[in-house]
T-cell receptor, first 112, second 114 residues
Framework: GQQVMQIPQYQHVQEGEDFTTYCNSS?????IQWYKQRPGGHPVFLIQ?????EVKKQKRLTFQFGEAKKNSSLHITATQTTDVGTYFC????????????FGKGTSLLVTP | EAGVVQSPRYKIIEKKQPVAFWCNPI?????LYWYRQNLGQGPELLIR????????DSQLPKDRFSAERLKGVDSTLKIQPAELGDSAVYLC????????????FGSGTRLTVV
């Protein structure tokens, strides 16, 4: 079945440094979504990417979808302590119907 | 608008006991999901409902887990009997439906089986 792999598993940065997490799928995805989960919280929807090569920005966050629609990345510029949490990618392909398959997430720790 | 409401927030039970979780999705959201999240892992789908119909329950351990969504609104997930390995956070999510909508998750129920 479809697997969505994320790296790194953990990342510890100093406030102001950049951060990137990568998501890779074994199969072509119809779309990919990104979620953020704060410690002790629940996943919160950030964004969806659908088109090959798509790039979307939300303030300091930049999301990319690969040309082959098998990988994606989330880049945070100049991290802040409020960025702390676990970032999950979740992909969907034609075989999974409407179900999203989540990666294991990248936990980001930002120290001031 | 109220978000996805789940209860209880926490539950501690002894193994072999039954337990039930309740979810009230966002009004108008026809699609409802139950996910299980183990510590340090991403959410894993248990079951998906379109209105009152369970359209994807392939990952639901049917020997001990059951779910229902009467009238296509609230949903209940039950485990009977619970095992130690069932300790996890059970998340309910809803969406407007279709493959291109984001999910809204509830706060989850943290289950501890002792």
């Amino acid at each position: 079945g479809q697997q969505v792999m994320q790296i790194p598993q953990y990342q510890h940065v100093q406030e102001g440094e950049d951060f990137t997490t990568y998501c890779n799928s074994s199969t072509t995805l119809s779309n990919i979504q990104w979620y953020k989960q704060r410690p002790g919280g629940h996943p919160v929807f950030l964004i969806q990417l659908v088109k090959s090569g798509e790039v979307k920005k939300q303030k300091r966050l930049t999301f990319q979808f690969g040309e082959a629609k098998k990988n994606s990345s989330l880049h945070i510029t100049a991290t802040q302590t409020t960025d702390v949490g676990t970032y999950f990618c979740a992909g969907r392909n034609s075989n999974s119907g409407y179900a999203l398959n989540f990666g294991k997430g990248t936990s980001l720790l930002v120290t001031p | 608008e109220a978000g996805v409401v789940q209860s209880p927030r926490y539950k501690i039970i002894e193994k072999k006991q039954p337990v039930a979780f309740w979810c009230n999705p966002i009004s108008g959201h026809n699609t409802l999901y139950w996910y299980r999240q183990n510590l340090g892992q991403g959410p894993e789908l248990l079951i998906r409902y379109e209105n009152e119909e369970a359209v994807d329950d392939s990952q639901l351990p049917k020997d001990r887990f059951s779910a229902e969504r009467l009238k296509g609104v609230d949903s209940t997930l039950k485990i009977q009997p619970a095992e130690l390995g069932d300790s996890a956070v059970y998340l309910c999510a809803s969406s407007s439906g279709g493959p291109f909508y984001g999910y809204t998750f509830g706060s989850g129920t943290r289950l501890t089986v002792v």
